[in-house]
């Protein structure tokens, strides 16, 4: 069970980094974001996160011991706070446009709350990262995407409905950043779905335009972002 205090981060929570297996239950969280709810449900429709992307790109998921079941709904998964590309989709805070289907709009599912790395290191949140074992539950995640753009972007953020409010979503940036200062990257770009704006203004973005609509793959304008990324 996840701990429902307001703004805290539920117990034993831990970033490692995404392996194939992991593919369908992150595709699950995407799906079922209520971020895309209404208006925005064309842009998740079909939406996949298949293994050939988590392998592509740096993915990482937050995750607590648990059932092999995904926080979110009784089925596995939740809503999100993701973040996304110039031509992806998102989650409550955005998606990105690198999945397998051509992913939602910017990142989307993010927490409203306060090169290629190896699979299963060790998390800057806590114990070795595990290969996607059953026994856990899968909070959120992000992926990061430095390879052949320029700057780099998130290109995917999710949350769980379940975990919203917990603190997920930051403790994910908070990651991402550590990944893209190990990089060498001092900044990255986020093209949000539009709810997930507040978020990342929250968590340090600073607004630099807008992307267009472009009918009828993204039927609305979004926000584009920075994220500096400090030295140490």
């Known amino acids: 069970m996840l701990n429902r205090r ?29 971020a895309y709810e209404g208006l925005y449900a064309p842009m998740i429709a079909g939406y996949r996160v298949g ?8 993915v990482f998921v937050a995750v607590v011991a648990g059932s092999s079941q995904d926080a979110g709904s009784s089925q596995d998964a939740g809503s999100s706070q993701g973040a996304g590309s110039s031509q992806g989709a998102g989650s409550s805070q955005g998606a990105g446009e690198r999945g397998e289907t051509g992913g939602p709009g910017g990142p989307g599912g993010a927490d409203a709350s306060g090169g290629r790395g190896k699979a299963g290191g060790t998390s800057r949140f806590g114990g070795a990262g595990g290969a996607g074992g059953a026994s856990e539950q899968v909070l959120g995640f992000y992926a990061l995407v430095l390879d052949l753009i320029d700057p780099p972007e998130l290109d995917l953020m999710f949350v769980s409905d379940a975990a919203q409010g917990r603190g997920v979503g930051r403790l994910l940036v908070a990651h991402l950043r550590g990944e893209a200062r190990a990089a060498g990257v001092d900044e990255v770009r986020v093209v949000a779905h539009p709810p997930a704006e507040g978020f990342y203004l929250g968590v340090g973005a600073e607004r630099t335009g807008t992307v267009l609509a472009r009918p009828p793959a993204v039927m609305w304008d979004r926000p584009e972002m920075v994220l500096r990324i400090a030295p140490e």
């Open 51 to 58: 293994p050939d992307y988590i392998e592509a790109h740096r």
């Open 6 to 34: 307001p703004g805290a981060v539920p117990p034993a929570v831990r970033v490692r980094r995404a392996v194939a297996r992991d593919a369908k239950r992150l595709t699950r969280i995407v799906r079922a974001s209520r």
